[in-house]
């Protein structure tokens, strides 16, 4: 690749990643998955208790403490908002980036790096869930390290690659739990099986298992010392029921079909590629086999697990990424006419049906949410499409020309357009998906002594008190509208904010005030009778102020 071509993909590589903070720091959290880490991480900065998370002033044990730790690190440097919050996965996705484009260059040639960066931060997936603060990126990020770290331990034949591996996995588990060191030892393990014989024997695993260890167990063993029970929450609730039984957890619980059309989504145009990647399984040593192993295990684990989700794929991108990067990156000579030119045809095809789809934009929209029938958003909407749809078809003639190289360049350039639609999307979704405006009105509008119950059925892991606190600064009582799970309680105990509908009647009776926070389906399991209309509300809850029993005029 040329000197000219590297320069044209570190410019989309720094476009793409400056796509990743745009509006980051103005665009409100969303409820459950971004406000639920970074309440819990502004109450360990006002704690000053980095070992116990806690969220609505009560210990949460569901996830490991790493994102909270980096968030909580955030805001002590950049002050408590949305921009520091989400800067861990922005951050967690550049790495991840950074990663994709070393391997590339070391698996298929010098100064191919930056197209391998530009297409991973190219992906519908790094755009969309970098924007978002979870866990799953910062976990994609330390499994992708753990195998980079391995794959370099196995071609080189050195223990120190196989020590940084085993390091990178300790932070894995502290960042989502076992799924950090299952991956990657389960791709490892494959790799080896069908490499030659005794390559096991090179892999330090007494000084590899002594690093994890120290990494993990001291935080694991001094949250049990401190709240007895907290391992069996952690490792059997949280993970082994999730994954084996969708029951108490049915909200993640997604049709495959549904898994492996959002993955193919989230890789993108990239995806159209794969198919010829797939010869390297059957050679042995190829550095690529393990790449395939380690998405073959994310992938294959997900569909089979009773708890599915889409962001638990993303493990899976950064490898198949690099793959995709090595064909597009190959001499022409070397790819069969027939494959480049299925390739073009298949983006062809999604070019035009983006082109095909423009003019029922106006009516698709309102069925995906009535916050999107709006003329601004069908204008930045049908703007955004129709530049993906032309680029589209630009990189399929240049495939087809066997300009792959260029191809690959346009295809990365996709995602700054649309990073503008998604912006637009989550601007308009605000009022459904954050607590943002309702929780500033509950801080300005209601009294420090009041009670605030929060009643929402749809919650069943009692989980959306983050909004609340983050934004209102404030704790909130939750009903729990039916028995909890023991597995669903936040600390494995049940806590002292979780109510009943019962004294939220009898509340009411006693003329005692408080602030209702209710969803429109709540309020017809609440036995309050007749109310007001509310003081305020955004597209999911309405705010009263009940400060004596209501009676009907």
């Known amino acids: 690749m040329t000197r000219g071509w590297r320069g044209v993909f570190w410019l989309l590589s720094a476009a793409l990643a400056t796509m990743l903070l745009y509006r980051s ?12 880490f970074a309440e819990i991480a502004r109450e360990m900065l006002t704690r000053g208790d980095w070992v116990v998370p806690h969220l609505n002033g ?38 991840t980036a950074l990663l994709v484009g070393w391997l590339t260059a070391r698996l298929f040639g010098h100064g191919k790096g930056p197209l391998g960066a530009a297409l991973f931060l190219g992906t519908p997936a790094a755009q969309y869930y970098g924007r978002m603060l979870m866990t799953d990126t910062v976990v994609m990020a330390c499994i992708t390290t753990a195998v980079v770290a391995f794959l370099e331990g196995a071609r080189r034949r050195q223990p120190w690659g196989y020590r940084v591996g085993w390091l990178a996995c300790g932070l894995g588990v502290l960042a989502k739990g076992v799924i950090g060191v299952v991956y990657p030892l389960a791709a490892l393990g494959l790799f080896l099986w069908r ?48 994954a084996l039984s969708a029951e108490p957890y049915a909200f993640v619980a997604l049709p495959r079909w549904q898994i492996v059309l959002s993955f193919l989504g989230l890789l993108g145009p990239a995806a159209f590629v794969l198919p010829w990647t797939v010869p390297a399984l059957r050679q042995p040593g190829h550095p690529s086999r393990l790449l395939w192993f380690l998405a073959l295990v994310v992938v294959g684990s997900v569909l089979l697990a009773a708890g599915r989700n889409h962001p638990y794929t993303l493990p899976a991108l950064p490898p198949l990424v690099v793959v995709a990067a090595g064909w597009l990156s190959a001499p022409p000579e070397a790819v069969p006419a027939w494959q480049r030119r299925l ?55 240049l495939l087809w020309q066997r300009r792959a190289v260029a191809a690959a360049a346009v295809v990365a350039a996709l995602m700054l357009p649309g990073a503008v639609m998604l912006v637009q999307v989550q601007q308009r979704l605000a009022p459904v998906e954050s607590r943002a405006s309702l929780a500033r009105v509950l801080a300005r509008e209601v009294p420090p002594a009041w009670p605030v119950v929060v009643a929402d059925p749809r919650d069943r892991q009692f989980e959306g008190t983050g909004g609340w606190g983050f934004y209102a600064r404030r704790t909130v009582h939750m009903v729990a509208f039916a028995p909890p799970r023991a597995g669903a309680l936040q600390g494995g105990r049940r806590p002292a904010w979780l109510i009943e509908v019962a004294e939220v009647a009898a509340w009411q009776a006693a003329g005692r005030p408080f602030a209702l926070l209710a969803t429109d389906e709540a309020l017809r399991h609440l036995p309050l009778g007749p109310l007001p209309p509310p003081r305020a509300q955004d597209g999911k809850f309405g705010l009263w102020l009940l400060a004596a029993p209501q009676r009907q005029p």
């Open 25 to 36: 720091h103005s665009l409100p959290l969303r409820d459950f998955r971004e406000t639920r």
């Open 195 to 242: 490499s030659e014989r005794g390559a096991w024997r090179a892999v330090p695993w007494r000084s590899g298992v002594l690093l994890f260890s120290l990494v993990t167990l001291p935080w694991f063993l001094l949250l049990e010392a401190r709240s007895p029970g907290f391992l069996y929450h952690s490792f059997v609730h949280q993970q082994a029921v999730r």
């Open 58 to 95: 009560t210990p949460y044990f569901n996830k490991p403490p790493l994102v909270p730790w980096l968030v909580a690190l955030s805001f002590s440097l950049f002050g408590i908002g949305e921009g520091p919050a989400r800067l861990v996965s922005a951050l967690a996705v550049l790495w």
């Open 343 to 397: 390739s073009a045809c298949g983006l062809a095809l999604l070019g035009a049906a983006l082109l095909f789809c423009l003019p029922w934009l106006g009516r698709l929209l309102p069925r995906l949410s009535p916050w999107l029938d709006d003329a601004p958003t069908h204008h930045v909407m049908a703007a955004c499409l129709a530049v993906i749809a032309v680029l589209l078809l630009a990189s399929s003639g």
